[in-house]
């Protein structure tokens, strides 16, 4: 018998070679992390429909049902708190059972919910399809799913891909308001629900087809690392997980401080601009189709200054970067109430192109602190830690509809959340670095 000897494979230095023993592959010529990579971002996009939609639901449903605002805002407040709440189950699903299958499933959650809204007649039927099904579906889908993507395909470059995945969300925004916007002002609200729900089923395919759990999947390694990465066991208990990296993470400061600034986002994003801002610009004579090209144009600058942010969190102090967004998004805040007018004018435009270049820049930072305190867990804990920004987008989602009812404006709201934002800013200038802090990096394991 006639023996060969097969050349091993030359390591192109960006994490793809073949592992001693694995079937020898042709190293390509764009490593297969930067493929999974676009096919994340382009889920989060689909996913990403339902996030506009909410505020374009006040008036319509208040005009067919005499919901009021606050009413609506609860439906709202329940589906960003789902949001949040599910993060941390979901990592630790596709830590059980892939990636792959856990988002698949989310997508037809979300599809399913926003499809059966077009027969609602009732407070409760909204909670239960835009609050219940789309929360728990949007929340396997939330910024979890990119930390989870992030830390397995990637050693290198992950602030840059953190960055990049979180702008899909931004992308998904400055593609479906607009249209979603002109569909309710043409075709009413129901049409726009199943807008949503065929966008979210149109990504399913994929995500099944081209989506891979692993590196080792494909035989390779992630992308920057100079060692082959087997794939771990599927890991049993996902809630149970969960729960312990929760309660461990609990006991140590860093974690309440990233917990407590990233509410601090949440409310002053989702819960208020993303919610409130459509009506209240309609409050002051602004047409709902010119409020949502507005917040089209955030989507816009969000991306680059996400991106921007994510390559700004590779090369400085991701703690002082925070302060520097939290500080600047609550001064801008602070002047909106004066720049609300019927028509666009150019100090709005001013604050729009501020506010989107900040919008979601805290996400790369705030990853990257969770990866230096919490090490294998942090995909986990910044679940939680996304849990906490859900929740106080939902509580402002709310209570934002109810200042509205009693005062008759928003300005109390924009007002007390620009002072949030400073008080967050102040709280991610404390977080000491990992190992100065008794405990800090000691939840992995």
């Known amino acids: 018998m006639t023996q060969t000897t097969e050349t091993p494979a030359r390591d192109a230095g960006d ?26 971002f382009v889920t989060i996009i689909g996913a990403a429909a339902f996030r506009s939609l909410p505020g374009l639901l006040f008036d319509p449903l208040n005009d067919d049902f005499g919901w009021s605002r606050g009413t609506v805002g609860l ?31 989310a997508l037809v959650v979300i599809a399913c919910g926003s499809g059966l809204t077009v027969f609602m007649d009732s407070v409760w039927q909204l909670l239960l399809c835009w609050g219940l099904l789309v929360g728990l579906g949007s929340g396997s889908m939330a910024l979890a799913f990119a930390a989870t993507v992030t830390n397995r395909w990637f050693t290198e470059r992950r602030g840059l891909v953190s960055g990049i995945l979180t702008a899909a969300s931004a992308s998904g925004q400055l593609i479906f308001l607009p249209l979603l916007s002109w569909i ?21 395919p994929f995500v099944w087809l081209l989506l891979r759990d692993h590196p080792a999947d494909v035989g390779q390694k992630p992308y920057g690392s100079q060692e082959f990465v087997p794939k771990p ?29 990233f509410a601090i986002c949440g409310a002053s994003t989702n819960g208020l601009i993303q919610t409130h801002f459509i009506p209240a610009a309609h409050d002051h004579g602004m047409g709902p189709r ?42 801008s805040l602070l002047f909106l109430p004066m720049l609300l007018a019927p028509d666009v004018r150019p100090p709005m435009i001013f604050f729009i192109v501020f506010y989107g270049l900040d919008w979601v820049a805290t996400v790369p930072p705030t990853l990257a602190l969770c990866r230096e305190q919490y090490g294998d867990d942090s995909a986990i804990v910044f679940g939680w830690v996304l849990a906490s920004h859900q929740v106080g987008a939902g509580l402002v989602a709310f209570l934002g509809g109810v200042a509205r009812d009693v005062f008759g404006s928003y300005d109390v709201i924009w007002y007390a959340s620009g002072a949030l ?9 404390v ?15």
């Open 15 to 40: 994490g793809s070679s073949t592992p001693p023993g694995a079937p020898r592959r042709r190293t390509p010529r764009i490593h297969r992390a930067w493929f999974v990579a676009a096919v994340t």
């Open 75 to 105: 439906a709202v407040s329940v589906n960003l708190a789902l949001y949040g709440l599910t993060a941390p189950f979901a990592a630790a699903l596709m830590d059980r059972f892939g990636i792959r299958k856990v988002v698949a499933v």
């Open 421 to 429: 934002c400073a008080a967050a800013a102040l709280m991610v200038l």
């Open 290 to 331: 010119a409020a949502a090209s507005l917040l089209a144009v955030i989507g816009i600058f969000d991306i680059v200054g996400t991106v921007a942010s994510g390559w700004f969190t590779d090369r400085f102090d991701s703690r002082r970067l925070l302060a520097v967004y939290y500080a600047l998004r609550g001064v």
């Open 184 to 204: 309710v002002d043409t075709y009413k609200w129901r049409p726009a629900a199943v807008t949503v729900a065929l966008a979210a089923l149109a990504v399913v």
């Open 233 to 261: 066991p599927p890991v049993p208990g996902a809630a149970r997980r969960a729960i312990t990296v929760l309660f461990k993470a609990a006991r140590t400061g860093p974690f309440w401080l990233l917990a407590g600034s």
């Open 431 to 445: 977080i000491r670095r990992a190992g100065t802090v008794p405990g800090a990096v000691a939840v992995s394991g």
